[in-house]
Each structure stands twice: as C-alpha cells, then as structure tokens.
C-alpha cells in the first residue's frame, strides 16, 4: 500500500498539469483527481492519512487555483455557479469522508 500511496499522490500531483489547459481537458482532470482521492481511501488503513493529505492538497490546490474551468478566480466565462458549487460539493464531501476515516482510524484502540 505504500507504493499505491506515493503512485496516487504522485499522480495528482500531475493532474494539475492538465488542468490549466481550457476546455474538457481541465474538467477530465478533476474527474481523475477525485478518482485519485477515492482510491487513496484504500491507503488510510495502512499508512494512515498521510498519502490522502498528500492527494487532498494536491487535489485541492488543483481545483482552486489552477483549474481552468474550477479556479476561483479568473474561470471559464460560460462556467455557472451551480455546476461549480457541486463540483466543489463532491470535492469537501470526499475530503471530509477521507478525514473522519482518518480521525477514525488513529483513535482507535
């Protein structure tokens, strides 16, 4: 699981590449960074939260600031608020799942 880790974070530390390119290509790489957090669920047990931080930050400095149809400021014109507030949603929802499993995990005994 410690390679799963490091490929996963490792991983969405490239998805941010892509990101910043305009078009479906940006949407296609938030879709495989959440991929990527979901899959990192799998290493929580094992190593604990540190390979899911990794990706949540990654995936997180990928959505609001590099993203070109996502970023908080300067986003595609046609891009609504309500297709960015959900895509936000299952972003915090993940992360949130991801920490309480991690909180879960460290204490228990």
Excluded at 14 to 38: D, E
Excluded at 82 to 109: C, M, N, W
Aim: net charge positive; aromatic share 20%; proline share 3%.
């Amino acid at each position: 699981m410690k390679y799963l880790g490091w490929c996963l974070a490792s991983l969405s530390l490239l998805l941010v590449l892509p990101s910043v390119v305009p078009g479906a290509m940006s949407l296609l790489a938030f879709y495989f960074s959440l991929f990527t957090l979901i899959l990192c669920f799998k290493t929580i047990k094992t190593q604990g939260g540190k390979f899911f931080k990794m990706t949540m930050s990654f995936t997180g400095i990928g959505l609001f600031i590099f993203n070109d149809y996502l970023r908080v400021y300067g986003a595609y014109e046609k891009a609504t608020w309500v297709e960015k507030l959900s895509l936000y949603t299952i972003y915090f929802a993940l992360s949130l799942f991801g920490l309480y499993k991690i909180r879960q995990h460290t204490t228990k005994p």
